[in-house]
């Protein structure tokens, strides 16, 4: 197929990221798969970004993550000076058949702005929209812009202006998910994982309050702010506390770590993190929000551990109540589910990211969607 794609993953990180990076990962992981089938992709990111790609556009030298710290105003100038260079580029060649853009609303804004001239665009949404509908008023590129979600709920939530524009959801995937269903089984440790940034949304303060309460050992993995580290958050000091996540911490969730049955310990990454995944009785999730995508959903599965979680957001469209994990809607019941997990079959929790989660699957999906913007911006 010959189909040039320019995939604009923004400034704040460099592809692959060097630890977290949500958007960053979607992108390293969707982009040698759509290689494989024939797509000519041009990545738009930072100097400092080694994923094998055709061609690569910056206008920073590394990632601009720190600047997430700075007031919104300088936030917005890092952002539009990496589209003004996304915009410059596509002004000057007419080689791309379409843009796949994952920046936010400031990218959505920029794409719909260029008007007829633009290569036809497809923006992916990667956060629960409901409380921005401000963000997204806006969408003049009319029938060039479309939007596509991570999951059903994330997209049924959104502003009516973005459903308008969309042209369905394509699941989160996992590399980890290739032959999952082939993998031998590991040792079952003793231990629970809460995987994830710690944030209010993600409810460590309740899993923890409840490990303490039931009486399971748990492990809470993840950056606090932009802290990745225990003894980097220790030397932070005071100062610490003007970002809300540290604030969250230390007065919800560091009350309920003892560092005996509740443990934080940091980003963990690599096989280090796949380790602790995989050898969890089960992976909780007490979700306080509306979870548009989960990858580390989807990462637990193909690592055969069942998944305990508030049925929010996609969880139900991830997780078969029963089979591959149990949901509730009652918080206070996580603790007993958690107990109850070690009942499900590993070798289904496996079979099933294999069935669905790949990134192979999540490239075809995607290809698919191309064709149909394309299609739609052709329309008469
Ligand atoms: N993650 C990680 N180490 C950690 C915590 C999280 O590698 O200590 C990864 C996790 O495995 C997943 C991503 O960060 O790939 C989080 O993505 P998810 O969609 O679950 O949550 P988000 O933070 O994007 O809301």
Request: aromatic letters at 4%; hydrophobic letters at 40%.
């Amino acid at each position: 197929m010959s189909l040039t794609v320019l995939m604009n993953a923004g400034p704040w990180l460099s592809v692959p990221p060097p630890g977290y990076g949500g958007i960053e990962n979607v992108v390293a992981t969707l982009v040698p798969e759509l290689r494989r089938l024939g797509v000519r992709v041009v990545l738009a990111s930072v100097e400092t970004s080694t994923l094998p790609v055709d061609e690569k556009i910056s206008v920073f030298p590394d990632g601009q993550f720190h600047a997430l710290q700075r007031p919104y105003n300088q936030v917005c100038g890092v952002s539009q000076a990496h589209l003004g260079g996304v915009v410059r580029a596509l002004h000057a060649r007419d080689d791309i058949d379409l843009v796949h853009d994952h920046v936010e609303a400031v990218g959505l804004a920029t794409m719909a702005a260029m008007g007829p001239d633009a290569p036809p665009a497809l923006h992916t949404l990667h956060w629960d929209l409901a409380k921005h509908p401000e963000l997204y008023g806006n969408l003049d590129g009319g029938d060039r812009v479309r939007v596509n979600g991570v999951s059903a709920s994330q997209l049924a939530r959104a502003p009516q202006a973005l459903r308008d524009h969309s042209v369905g959801h394509v699941h989160l995937s996992t590399p980890l998910a290739v032959d999952a269903d082939r993998r031998p089984p590991v040792d079952q440790g003793d231990h629970v994982i809460i995987l994830g940034r710690i944030n209010p949304g993600k409810g460590q303060d309740l899993g923890a309050r409840l490990a303490r309460q039931v009486g399971f050992p748990l492990v809470l993995a993840g950056p606090v702010g932009p802290y990745h580290r225990p003894e980097d958050l220790a030397a932070a000091g005071d100062e610490a506390r003007q970002n809300p996540d540290v604030r969250f911490f230390y007065d919800h969730v560091a009350p309920h770590v003892d560092g005996d049955l509740v443990r934080w310990v940091g980003t963990v990454a690599g096989q280090e993190r796949d380790d602790l995944l995989a050898s969890a009785r089960a992976a909780l999730f007490p979700l306080r929000w509306e979870e548009p995508g989960g990858t580390a959903v989807v990462e637990s599965l193909a690592l055969g551990t069942p998944v305990v979680s508030t049925a929010r957001g996609c969880l139900p469209e991830l997780i078969e109540h029963g089979r591959t994990g149990l949901l509730t809607t009652d918080e206070e019941e996580l603790g007993d589910l958690v107990l109850a997990a070690g009942l499900l079959d590993p070798a289904e929790c496996r079979r099933e990211a294999a069935a669905r989660f790949t990134p192979a699957m999540m490239a075809e999906q995607y290809v698919g969607l191309y064709e149909r913007v394309r299609q739609l911006a052709a329309r008469p």
